[in-house]
């Protein structure tokens, strides 16, 4: 009787989930694509992925709650409520958020790759060395006399780059 009741929700659920299936299995293969096109590693990629599937799940719960009998008026008050509380508590930590945000940017138009040797032209201190990974949050950067450093996603953006040798990371392990 209960499903009885539900059925047309249950079916247009049914009919959304294989939707986002689809939608979720073409936006991974095309992330893996330009990642792989762009040489990137496959734990960026998952990292891409992960953030496009949670991106999905989030539109797809906002549909499911629409098929269910909430009210649009409701669920854009429920969402703006709850992105506000979020964004008050992301202000606090906007470093994390754009360190996030470049990470994305930068897998989609970085034009540099693990193993190539970059300078940054940073006027404080520039610096020079290998890319060994490029992380979520940061670029881990391997110096000449094999200091490792960590320099953040956000600031790689704003400064300027030079591309000194294109995989130079077989260069770099003849000499230790």
Do not use: C
């Amino acid at each position: 009787m209960f499903l009885k009741n539900l059925e047309n929700e249950l079916i247009s659920s049914a009919i959304l989930l294989i939707i986002f299936i689809i939608i979720r299995i073409t936006l991974k293969i095309s992330i893996k694509k330009i990642g792989r096109k762009s040489g990137i590693n496959d734990a960026r990629i998952g990292l891409i992925i992960r953030y496009s599937t949670f991106t999905l799940l989030l539109i797809f719960l906002l549909f499911i709650a629409y098929i269910f009998g909430a009210e649009l008026e409701s669920l854009t008050l429920v969402f703006s409520s709850v992105f506000a509380v979020i964004g008050i508590a992301l202000f606090a930590i906007w470093s994390i958020l754009s360190n996030i945000t470049s990470g994305i940017i930068m897998f989609f138009s970085f034009p540099y790759k693990v193993g190539d040797k970059i300078k940054i032209h940073d006027k404080d201190a520039p610096l020079e060395g290998i890319i060994e990974d490029i992380r979520a949050f940061q670029l881990h950067l391997r110096q000449d006399n094999g200091d490792l450093v960590t320099y953040p996603n956000n600031l790689i953006l704003q400064k300027a780059v030079t591309l000194v040798q294109k995989d130079a990371i077989e260069d770099f392990g003849d000499m230790h």
